[in-house]
């Protein structure tokens, strides 16, 4: 079945340091990879996406992700962590429909 | 910038009451969504339309229906509330074919006594 796993619930990080929020696919075709940024009693925001082409994908607010096919992998990443960046993150993929199937979140807070 | 709105973002009902959660989008989108969010479950499908009065269900339609008479206006519709219908409930809406994200409204959480 075709499935997207965060396996962290909560990711912790201090500020300015790099932060990595993971996210796995099931290998069920070629799926098209997002992220989206979750603000506290706010809809979902895209923050970039993975379609094809260059493995490192860059997107708003400094974030970018590293597609990894081996590894069936789609790391959400960014080099120098802010507080503001405190959310909660999904993982979605795309498996030859416009539907998503959305991982179950990760919630990221930075500590100043 | 794509709006989408979505026409409560508070709402208490109570059991066996008849819902309607209005989305609107202003981009011309053929596709249009309906999730529920719950903690540690993600984001949940409930329906998906495709094209004015076209709609397919998602993981989870039991207890809902959905209304799509023009292209910029989404309904969901729960028949007779119950108190597990309690949720954040979020429409969203994209340009048709995989490549393209979606656009979420701001959510509309609903809680059923």
């Known amino acids: 079945a075709q499935s997207v796993a965060q396996p962290e619930d909560q990711v912790n990080v201090a500020e300015g340091n790099p932060l990595t929020v993971k996210c796995t696919y099931s290998v069920s075709g070629n799926p098209y990879l997002f992220w989206y940024v979750q603000y506290p009693n706010r809809g979902l925001q895209f923050l970039l996406k993975y379609i094809t082409g260059d493995n490192l994908v860059k997107g708003s607010y400094g974030f970018e992700a590293e597609f990894n096919k081996s590894q069936t992998s789609f790391h959400l990443k960014k080099p120098s962590a802010l507080v503001s960046d405190s959310a909660l993150y999904f993982c979605?993929?795309?498996?030859?429909?416009?539907?998503?199937?959305f991982g179950t979140g990760t919630r990221l807070q930075v500590f100043p | 910038d794509v709006k989408v709105t979505q026409s409560s973002r508070y709402l208490v009902k109570r059991t066996g009451e008849k819902v309607f959660l209005e989305c609107v989008q202003d981009m011309d989108h053929e596709n249009m969504f309906w999730y529920r969010q719950d903690p540690g479950l993600g984001l949940r499908l409930i329906y998906f339309?495709?094209?004015?009065?076209?709609?397919e269900k998602g993981d989870i339609p039991e207890g809902y229906s959905v209304s799509r008479e023009k292209k910029e206006r989404f309904s969901l519709i729960l028949e007779s509330a119950s108190t597990n219908q309690t949720s954040m409930y979020l429409c969203?809406?994209?340009?048709?074919?995989?490549?393209?994200?979606?656009?979420f409204g701001p959510g509309t959480r609903l809680t059923v006594t």
């Open positions: 969203a809406s994209s340009l048709s074919g995989q490549i393209y994200e979606q656009y």
């Open positions: 339309s495709y094209d004015v009065k076209m709609k």
């Open positions: 979605a993929a795309s498996y030859n429909t416009d539907k998503l199937i």
